[in-house]
């Protein structure tokens, strides 16, 4: 490198025969120096000037007044041990180890600074100019080869194509680029600010390089590790290999170089966990919405649990720091912008959309974001069974809740199971069971959730019931219906966490089944019916979310299965949810064919553990009754029975009846 003064530098601009070391370190010269230097040799404008075009014009007007090629040559090299080296050929001696030790270390210094310098102005033309200096690099060191002390340069500086090569091999064609490009370094040129290694550019000599490993600088093997080692472009740098290429090393040669490339957005390269930054004329407005956590980032999902064009990008580290969860219902503020200006860039190479980030966060389901933290999961929370009823008797003419409290009771946190053949009647059950529901338990959240069904059904249902109604029609694809269905469980789970009762109707899990096979990836193991095996899993960790939980919260979910479709796929899917509830209610095709509703099968039909449900004695009646329907078939049963509810009000007058009518005895009547 080069230590001249100010005053050095104006000697240098009359004679560059005798200050070779001042020509020779143009590039590694500071702005201030350099326009000193142009001025004494009568180049004007130099104020506007930036540093490469002030090279190029000294050069330029150097090779004007006839200088010869080796000091144009000399003018164009980087100066350090270099431009000694000169000295020492044309007499000075041998420079000692010592001294080029010093040397090196000024060097070091200086051109740390001139990087600094360059970062801030650096430009195409200085690329050119640079890649120009390399050449000339090459040729004038291969003329310093026969100098054993310069073998270190020799090594680096005099193999300049092979060096030339593994620059090649990062994959930037930086062909020297970098070192007038130090301004667009984190444009993508992933290694280039390391890997440019300054390679001696900008008036440093291959020490740069080899004091990248700290103790290479004396070695004549120094240009052959650079060039395979501390070829740091060869896998796009890992450059940042040693400690001193990392961003914080003391010599730090990429600092300031990663401002876009910690910016990475969209495909979520950093996943999510930059900030969103929020300046004084950012316009906020408020959003709210259920949040939706993806592989790599989240959205609050504005306008229902489907994707849509006015979601809010959430990052991960908001995620992350706030302890948020998949189905939270968020509200917060959104910096809106005109033009997709500070907008989030999410999706693939062929699907990218931009949204408005989410820059605070206000509430999570109610509550404030600390509050939110110290909530329990879902998971550790111990379930128990139903304990406390869910009664569905609500008007006298409402014959199906009546019919359901007596051969099926439900609890809260019951996992039912309604097995229905196609025509049987199982919307007009569902939306009995919601009104009641909704009438009888004001304080159970009851949704709603119609996956691959009719439109016309889902404006019925909406309708009908006085509850969230979450759907997607068979005209969507298969993709829709898991994520309607997956938002929705963990929406419920949220709510449980915090104490509520839930009861979630879905209609139906055999066809979210069928989604799940058609959108799922293909496990290999193929069922009968075509079913691939992983695809079950999911909508049976669907229909396992129902629970009752121990001190508080339940999650009661009645899902309908199809039987009798003909299609083995449905069999196969039934099969496998078929002793995973602990409750059923079976319809029966034949009744809804002779128009007998609600066509029920009261023998078929059935809930676990009834007795914690029950009193006692309200047990021991239904007890008798089942005796007495058991002995007829399935049409005479529930004809019985719709007779006997027809005149009567309630089901208690209704089983009072029973019992006194009665002439069954049970066990412990007779004992009594």
């Known amino acids: 490198m080069t230590d001249t003064t100010t005053g050095e530098t104006t000697g240098a601009a009359q004679s560059a025969e005798t200050t070779p070391r001042r020509s020779g370190a143009l590039s590694a010269m500071r702005l201030a120096q350099l326009q000193q230097l142009a001025s004494s040799m009568g180049i004007t404008g130099t104020a506007k000037m930036r540093k490469s075009d002030l090279v190029a014009a000294i050069k330029a007007k150097q090779s004007g007044e006839g200088s010869a090629p080796a000091q144009k040559q000399r003018s164009d090299e980087r100066p350090a041990p270099s431009a000694d080296q000169q000295q020492q050929d044309a007499g000075a001696g041998r420079e000692q180890p010592r001294e080029r030790e010093e040397s090196r270390e000024q060097g070091r210094e200086d051109r740390r600074g001139d990087e600094r310098s360059d970062?801030?102005?650096?430009?195409?033309?200085?690329?050119?100019t640079r890649s120009d200096d390399r050449g000339n690099r090459g040729n004038d060191n291969r003329g310093d080869r026969g100098d054993d002390t310069r073998g270190d340069d020799r090594g680096n500086r005099g193999n300049d194509n092979r060096e030339n090569d593994n620059r090649g091999d990062r994959g930037d064609d930086t062909r020297g680029d970098d070192r007038g490009n130090r301004g667009n370094d984190n444009r993508g040129n992933r290694g280039n600010d390391?890997?440019?290694?300054?390679?001696?550019?900008?008036?440093?000599?291959?020490?740069?390089?080899?004091?990248?490993?700290?103790?290479?600088?004396?070695?004549d093997n120094r240009g052959g590790d650079n060039r395979g080692n501390d070829n740091r472009g060869g896998q796009h740098n890992q450059g940042n290999n040693g400690p001193d290429d990392?961003?914080?090393?003391?010599?730090?040669?990429?600092?300031?170089?990663?401002?876009?490339?910690?910016?990475?957005?969209?495909?979520?390269?950093?996943?999510g966990e930059e900030e969103i930054q929020v300046h004084e004329d950012d316009v906020l407005v408020p959003a709210a919405g259920i949040l939706d956590v993806l592989d790599n980032y989240a959205?609050?999902?504005t306008s229902g649990y489907l994707p849509g064009s006015n979601d809010v990008y959430v990052p991960l580290g908001m995620v992350k720091r706030n302890g948020l969860r998949k189905g939270d219902a968020v509200t917060g503020k959104v910096r809106t912008s005109q033009d997709g200006e500070g907008m989030q860039t999410v999706g693939g190479k062929n699907n990218r959309q931009k949204y408005n980030p989410l820059v605070s966060l206000d509430t999570v389901n109610g509550m404030t974001p600390d509050e939110a933290k110290r909530r329990p999961e879902f998971g550790k929370l111990t379930p128990l069974y139903p304990q406390q009823r869910l009664r569905l008797e609500t008007d006298p003419s409402v014959l199906t809740t009546r019919m359901i409290d007596l051969v099926a009771p439900i609890g809260k946190g019951q996992r039912?199971?309604?097995?229905?053949?196609?025509?049987?009647g199982k919307t007009m059950v569902m939306q009995s069971i919601a009104n009641a529901i909704t009438t009888n338990n004001p304080e159970c959240h009851l949704m709603v959730v119609l996956v691959d069904e009719r439109p016309e059904e889902v404006t019925d249902m909406q309708r009908a019931?006085?509850?969230?109604?979450i759907s997607s029609t068979f005209d969507r694809p298969a993709d829709d219906h898991t994520t309607v269905a997956e938002l929705a469980i963990e929406r419920a789970k949220r709510l449980v966490e915090m104490g509520h009762d839930v009861v979630l109707l879905l209609d139906s899990i055999t066809k979210l089944g069928r989604a799940?096979?058609?959108?799922?990836?293909?496990?290999?193991?193929?069922?009968?019916?075509?079913?691939?095996?992983?695809?079950?899993?999911?909508p049976k960790k669907f229909f396992g979310a129902a629970r009752n939980i121990e001190n508080g919260g339940s999650l009661t979910i009645l899902a309908t299965a199809l039987v009798e479709t003909g299609s083995r796929m449905d069999e196969v899917i039934f099969e496998e949810f078929k002793g995973t509830g602990n409750m059923e209610l079976k319809l029966d095709r034949g009744l809804a064919n002779r128009r007998i509703f609600p066509a029920v099968d009261v023998n078929a039909s059935g809930t676990r553990r009834e007795e914690i449900l029950l009193a006692p004695e309200e047990l021991k009646i239904m007890w008798k009754l089942r005796r007495v329907l058991?002995?007829?078939?399935?049409?005479?049963g529930v004809e019985l029975l719709i007779d006997r509810l027809k005149k009567t009000k309630t089901n208690y007058e209704f089983l009072t009846q029973v019992q006194q009518t009665s002439s069954i005895r049970l066990d412990d009547d007779e004992q009594a």
């Open 630 to 636: 058991a002995a007829l078939d399935a049409q005479q």
């Open 516 to 538: 799940y096979n058609l959108a799922a990836p293909a496990s290999g193991r193929i069922l009968s019916g075509g079913v691939d095996s992983a695809a079950l899993y999911p």
């Open 194 to 219: 390391n890997r440019g290694d300054d390679r001696g550019n900008r008036g440093g000599d291959n020490q740069d390089n080899d004091n990248r490993g700290g103790d290479n600088r004396g070695n």
């Open 119 to 128: 970062r801030q102005q650096g430009d195409q033309t200085s690329r050119d």
């Open 299 to 301: 959205f609050v999902r």
């Open 465 to 469: 019931v006085n509850g969230e109604v």
């Open 416 to 424: 039912g199971l309604i097995v229905a053949p196609a025509k049987a």
């Open 246 to 271: 990392q961003g914080g090393g003391r010599r730090r040669r990429n600092r300031g170089r990663n401002r876009g490339r910690d910016k990475r957005r969209g495909g979520g390269g950093n996943h």
